[in-house]
Nanobody, 119 residues
């Protein structure tokens, strides 16, 4: 089994910054893509940013230039640096990872961390 644990959410003012972290643990041989999704009240969950094991990161147009995703493959951790935050960025942020174990693979989710941006 694999667990993803997010941290770093909180309350911040318009224009502020936050850094989210997500650590994966368990029976891990290889982590392919790692990413961040968010869900605002009354809306569907949407992709924020994703970083493959090799290659270029991708961002939602609404966060391009403000957010930066990165990963530490030794620590099995993905980060999301969020700058110039706006009230529209408010939501629950979920970590996601595609993980390969010994003879298994799966798509795993964290429980989410709340980000609230006040105007």
């Amino acid at each position: 089994q694999v667990q993803l644990v997010e941290s770093g959410g909180g309350l911040v003012q318009d224009g502020g910054s936050l850094r989210l972290s997500c650590a994966a643990s368990g029976r891990i041989v290889l982590i392919n893509a790692m990413g961040w999704y968010r869900q605002a009240p009354g809306k569907q969950r949407e992709l924020v940013a994703i970083v493959p094991s090799g290659g270029r990161s991708n961002y939602a147009p609404s966060v391009q230039g403000r957010f930066t995703i990165s990963r530490d493959n030794v620590k099995n951790t993905v980060y999301l640096q969020m700058n110039s935050l706006k009230p529209d960025d408010t939501g629950v942020y979920y970590c996601n990872a595609v993980v390969y174990g010994l003879g298994t693979h799966g798509n795993y989710w964290g429980r989410g961390t709340q980000v609230t941006v006040s105007s």
